[in-house]
C-alpha cells in the first residue's frame, strides 16, 4: 500500500507538498489532502475514496497534482489504499 502525503513530501517535479491538514497528521506531520497546494501552487486532484482527514480524502504516493506530478515521498509506516 502507499504510504499518506505528509507537507514536507515532494513529487516528482521536486515540487514540495506545502500546504495541508492542520489538525490530521502522520509521523507528527500534516497530511496532504485532495484540494491542498505546493510550492508551485499546483493543487492536488487524486486522493482516497475511503480515508479522509477534516472530510477531504487523503494523498498518498502516486496521487497527482493538477500539473500531472506525482507525489514520490510519503510516510514509511502509515498507509492507505
Known sequence: MPGIARIGDI???ND???NGSSTVFVNGIGVVRIGDIDTRL???VDG???VFANGIGVCVTGD???RNDTITQGSPSVFAG
Request: zero cysteines; aromatic letters at 0%; glycine letters at 0%.
Open 48 to 50: 482516497s475514496l475511503t
Open 11 to 13: 513529487d516528482t517535479r
Open 16 to 18: 514540495i507538498k506545502s
Open 42 to 44: 499546483d493543487t492536488m
Open 64 to 66: 497527482r497534482d493538477s
